[in-house]
């Protein structure tokens, strides 16, 4: 049954959103709001916001919500089912909002959590730090590469704790990985290979266009992306698969699979980009591609995503991994297990531990908004993981086997993929936040 006190608030939350657009306040927090001026101690309650709760959003209120020294104050979404189910997750009683910006004016939140499409993660997360609060964000970072920088450099001015939802990082698996590559027992890694297969039940269909469902604000929902008519695939769990919203399987995953790759090489960014690919086998009217390898060239190695769907064989038997290709032998592995491989006549002896490991991602974020240290997966982390995956898609669109700039944070050789950097535009009244 629905709460009458919940569905009023988000009634009124819609009306103030509205009265907002209306009146073409813009981006930021209301006039008078500021953040709360003293961070929470050891011993007290982190009180958090929750902008965006779909599928995910809800999944993070459960994992956050079994936290003894968290309390969930408020949720935010523009479809008014899910935020009222948010509610029902959090066994609490948070305040129910349809526009962010209400979320970052309240000083008593200490974080927020963004859990959006990945159209709508910068400008909350941009202006969340602004407002003085920590910001647990989901991968991938941001959009683009250019919102991505932008996001990072924010949490670095406004000295914000964060943390990308990038919870694999924080698997015992994980670490041992990146430890067994950093302690050069494998030889020189001369190749890392990344792979993911998928199922034609992945088929989006062709539905036609049509009016919005109950209860959505699908105006507030397409936020910066272009006008579009209502399309039930552009919504909720599949906006994924269109280029306004989102960067498909690329973007989705790149951040768990390559993650201990630049981990475990100890490496920011590559040289150069090359790709391929298309919806070849996928009939509907979804955009990003099923099928797609790309290439990213590093100083003296290289590391290859490869991705096909309806082949359900991937490599060395498993239909997602990671696979590390040294002169002394091979690794290959996934979110749980790993495999050593000795070339013929090499024997590889693994390492002891040597990196920290974590206390768990959602906790990690929890304990270091109270010790104000660094989070292992900081939005400046998050930002280089990301990155990857935007670089591959670019380099696909333009058809251009690109190099990149790292200090200038630009491609180096082609005027047209830069053009990918950023939203070429932001649809009124929004605009991403300068820092």
């Not at 990003?288 to 790309?294: G, L, N, R, S």
């Amino acid at each position: 049954m629905t709460d009458p006190i919940s569905r009023r608030n988000f009634l009124a939350s819609s009306a103030l959103a509205a009265g907002a657009m209306a009146a073409g306040t813009g981006t930021g927090p209301a006039v008078g709001a500021s953040p709360r001026r003293r961070r929470p101690g050891p011993n007290e309650q982190v009180v958090l916001g929750f902008i965006g709760t779909g599928g995910m959003g809800r999944g993070l209120i459960n994992r956050f919500k079994d936290f003894d020294d968290v309390r969930i104050a408020a949720v935010c979404d523009v479809y008014e089912p899910h935020a009222l189910e948010a509610v029902s997750v959090s066994g609490a009683s948070p305040e129910v909002y349809s526009d962010f910006r209400r979320v970052l004016d309240r000083e008593d939140i200490d974080a927020v959590v963004v859990a959006t499409p990945d159209h709508w993660h910068a400008i909350p997360t941009i202006l969340a730090c602004q407002a003085g609060k920590d910001v647990y964000c989901e991968k991938p970072l941001a959009w683009s590469i250019g919102e991505g920088a932008r996001v990072a450099d924010a949490s670095e001015k406004y000295r914000r704790v964060t943390q990308m939802g990038n919870l694999i990082h924080a698997t015992d698996n994980y670490h041992r990985i990146a430890e067994i590559v950093q302690s050069g027992c494998l030889g020189k890694i001369s190749k890392a290979r990344v792979w993911m297969v998928r199922s034609a039940d992945d088929d989006l269909g062709n539905p036609p266009d049509g009016t919005p469902p109950a209860g959505a604000d699908y105006t507030m929902w397409l936020g910066p992306a272009p006008e579009r008519p209502f399309n039930p695939n552009r919504f909720t769990f599949r906006w994924r698969y269109f280029w306004d919203y989102g960067g498909g399987y690329l973007s989705d995953f790149v951040c768990h699979l390559v993650d201990p790759v630049l981990w475990g090489m100890k490496t920011t960014a590559p040289e150069t980009i090359v790709a391929s690919g298309g919806r070849f086998v996928l009939e509907d009217n979804g955009e990003t591609p099923d099928t797609m390898e790309v290439v990213w060239g590093f100083p003296g190695w290289q590391l290859v995503w490869s991705q096909q769907t309806d082949a359900p064989h991937g490599f060395r038997g498993r239909s997602a991994g990671i696979e590390f290709v040294g002169t002394k032998g091979t690794l290959h592995g996934h979110y749980n297990d790993y495999v050593i491989l000795p070339n013929p006549g090499e024997e590889v002896i693994e390492p002891e531990p040597f990196l920290p490991r974590s206390q768990g991602h959602h906790r990690e974020f929890i304990d270091k908004i109270k010790s104000r240290e660094l989070c292992s997966c900081n939005f400046r982390y998050g930002h280089e993981l990301s990155a990857l995956g935007h670089m591959g898609n670019i380099a696909l669109k333009t058809g251009s086997a690109l190099k990149w700039d790292a200090k200038a944070g630009r491609f180096s050789n082609s005027d047209e993929a830069n053009t990918h950097l950023f939203r070429p535009e932001y649809r009124a009244p929004w605009t991403l936040p300068e820092v």
